[in-house]
């Protein structure tokens, strides 16, 4: 079964040409960018008008690989608590992106948190929105999508395990991403204050303190549960370093600093 775009026309033009012209105009300078050979990216998920900049910034800086597995935030609350879309292809505006189906049964043969489910993705964009932009950059490439719902520390590292265990022994082929905006809604200084906060936890690899400072701070992030999962799987594959490649805030783009959403790239190897 393969999903169709659901935002592509809102999020992102859903022509090829219009995406290409705007990817490109957020990456003046990509062909002159230093590449790194990352082991996970913390991306936006937001329309390209306004986040578009930051996650142009950050993919072009990684060096491509052919098999992703991608953490998506679920923001409609359906289907099951980890959902994997584990056969067919997506489909966007340059062609279709197939489901790496070897891994994703390895996935689900490793553990019982992750589970096999359509239904979470059907309506939902956080996935979607990234693929257009890794496209631009990779190419070529397999995924494998996995939407998640708010839980807590333990069952995050417990499906982190999950992953590690069915990626272990091929890690250095793999790049995971997890989907995720930051504070939502709020005057810009108060988002930048709370952004920072999660900020200083992502640089020091630390999903604990995150996950603290969220509750702390009652920061409005929606994408904790990826960024935690992917942070300890990271850990688990030997990753040492977190660069922060670009923050904005949707005021940067829209003028409006009254009411923002924060957008965060960053790269880890």
């Not at 359906?78 to 189906?101: H, M, Q, R, T, Y």
């Not at 932009?133 to 395990?161: D, G």
């Not at 040492?240 to 600093?257: H, N, P």
Request: hydrophobic share 40%; with cysteine.
């Amino acid at each position: 079964m393969n999903r169709k775009p659901i935002v592509n026309g809102t999020f992102y033009p859903a022509n090829k040409n219009d995406i290409e012209n705007l990817i490109a105009s957020y990456t003046p300078d990509s062909k002159k960018s230093s590449k790194i050979k990352a082991k996970g990216l913390i991306l936006p998920h937001a329309g390209y008008i306004y986040s578009g900049k930051v996650a142009a910034a950050t993919v072009s800086h990684a060096l491509p690989k052919k098999k992703i597995i991608i953490l998506g935030t679920n923001h409609t609350g359906v289907g099951n608590n980890f959902s994997l879309w584990d056969k067919g292809a997506w489909e966007i505006p340059f062609g279709k992106i197939d489901i790496d189906e070897e891994l994703a049964s390895t996935i689900l043969d490793s553990g019982d948190l992750i589970t096999a489910d359509n239904l979470a993705h059907i309506n939902e964009h956080s996935i979607e929105v990234e693929l257009p932009m890794l496209y631009y950059f990779f190419n070529n490439f397999k995924i494998v999508p996995i939407c998640c719902k708010h839980s807590n520390l333990n069952t995050y590292e417990n499906v982190a395990n999950q992953i590690y265990t069915a990626i272990k022994n091929i890690s250095d082929e793999i790049l995971l991403i997890a989907s995720s905006d930051l504070t939502h809604y709020e005057p810009d200084a108060s988002a930048r204050k709370k952004d920072s906060e999660i900020i200083e936890a992502i640089i020091n690899l630390d999903e604990k303190n995150m996950l603290k400072k969220i509750d702390k701070f009652n920061i409005s992030m929606c994408g904790a549960a990826p960024v935690a999962i992917l942070i300890s799987c990271l850990k688990k594959i030997k990753a040492v370093k977190s660069q922060i490649i670009m923050y904005q805030t949707s005021g940067d783009t829209s003028g409006d600093y009254n009411s923002v959403v924060g957008y965060l790239g960053a790269l880890i190897s």
